[in-house]
């Protein structure tokens, strides 16, 4: 079945540090991809997606791009904040389900000191 | 900004008592889910549900677990008999038609001792 891997964390930098955290898939369709971000006591929150091979998703400085060929999302921000501390999930949607499921990933806490 | 609302934020329950954990979608939203996630381990999905049906269900959604829409509003995940493996974060979560963003609760913390 499908599946969604990430890096384990937790993840600590420094403020303005570059970040990027590792996402892989398996999926045997064409999935749609996104990243999720939960900030401490909130929901999962959308950051971005991308719907098809090549798509790069991109807010708030995040941005990840959909590689068909290395099946993999990983999102990167080139200059973090103390405010960007939270979990990012890496998920997908299967077409086979009408998109209606999200398949995630373990989640990876970013840990951002001043 | 309207949100998805989840109640109560903790619940702490014993083996093999019943438990609803409650959801408020966003009001003009009408497809509605449900995840959970173990501490320690991916998000899962479990449910989701549209027009008053069950349009989707994994394996972990087995028979102790039912949904409802009771009124126009609420969108409830009932737990017939818990065991302590149901112990888990619970998510909510609505879309407006499930091609678009699913918009995620806070989550219900729920502990069965």
Redesign the interface.
Same mark, same amino acid.
């Given at each position: 079945g499908d599946s969604?891997t990430q890096m384990e964390g937790p993840v600590t930098l420094s403020e303005e540090a570059f970040l990027t955290i590792n996402c892989t898939y398996t999926a045997t369709g064409y999935p749609s991809l996104f990243w999720?971000v939960q900030y401490p !006591?909130? @929901?999962?929150?959308?950051l971005l $997606?991308a719907t098809k091979a090549d798509d790069k998703g991109s807010n708030k400085g995040f941005e990840a791009t959909y590689r068909k060929e290395t099946t993999s999302f990983h999102l990167e921000k080139g200059s973090v904040q103390v405010s960007d501390s939270a979990v990012y =999930?890496c998920?997908l949607s299967d077409p086979r389900? @009408?998109? #209606?499921?999200?398949? /995630? @990933? $373990? !989640?990876t806490m970013l840990l951002v000191s001043p | 900004e309207p949100?998805?609302t989840?109640t109560p934020s903790h619940q702490v329950t014993q083996m093999g008592q019943e438990v609803i954990l409650r959801c408020v979608p966003i009001s003009n939203h009408l497809?509605f889910?449900w995840?959970r996630?173990i501490l !320690?381990? $991916?998000?899962? =999905?479990l449910v #989701?549900f549209y027009n008053n049906e069950i #349009?989707?269900k #994994?394996e972990i959604f087995d028979d102790q677990f039912s949904v409802e829409r009771p009124d126009g509003s609420n969108f409830t995940l009932k737990i017939r008999s818990t065991k302590l493996e149901d112990s888990a974060m619970y /998510?909510c979560?609505s879309s407006a038609d499930?091609?678009e963003?699913?918009? =995620? @609760?806070?989550?219900t913390r729920l502990l069965v001792l």
């Open positions: 969604v999720y !006591g909130e @929901g999962l929150q959308l $997606k =999930f998920a389900s @009408g998109y #209606s499921t999200l398949t /995630f @990933g $373990k !989640g | 949100e998805v989840q497809y889910y995840y996630q !320690g381990q $991916k998000v899962e =999905f #989701s #349009s989707e #994994s /998510f979560a499930p091609l963003t699913q918009y =995620f @609760g806070p989550g």
